[in-house]
C-alpha cells in the first residue's frame, strides 16, 4: 500500500513520520518529567490566541498532563517504529 503523503508532499513519507515522531516524543517527555513547564507552553500558546488558561485543581492538572505524557511518548514510538517498517 502507498502512502498518501508520496505524491503531494516534497519530502519523503519516511523524513514526515520521523519528523511528527520526534517532536511528540520531546513534548511527551516534557510532560512527564516537566508537567508545569508542560502546561505553561499550552498558557503562553493559548495566550496568543487571546485566551486566559488555568487549572482548577492543579495537583489533578500536573497528574493527568504526566499520564497524557506517557501515552504520548508510547503513541510517538510506535509511529516511529511503524514509519519504518512500512515505507
Do not use: H
Not at 31 to 40: A, D
Request: glycine share 6%; net charge positive.
Amino acid at each position: 500500500m502507498q502512502c498518501p503523503l508520496g505524491s503531494y508532499c516534497c519530502m519523503s513519507p519516511e523524513s514526515v513520520f520521523l519528523g511528527i515522531s520526534c517532536l511528540g516524543l520531546v513534548l511527551g517527555i516534557l510532560s512527564v518529567v516537566r508537567p508545569k513547564q508542560s502546561i505553561g507552553l499550552y498558557q503562553r500558546i493559548m495566550k496568543c490566541f487571546n485566551w486566559k488558561v488555568a487549572p482548577i485543581d492543579e495537583p489533578r492538572e500536573v497528574r493527568n498532563t504526566r499520564i497524557l505524557g506517557v501515552v504520548l511518548v508510547v503513541l510517538s514510538l510506535v509511529i516511529f517504529f511503524m514509519a519504518f517498517s512500512r515505507f
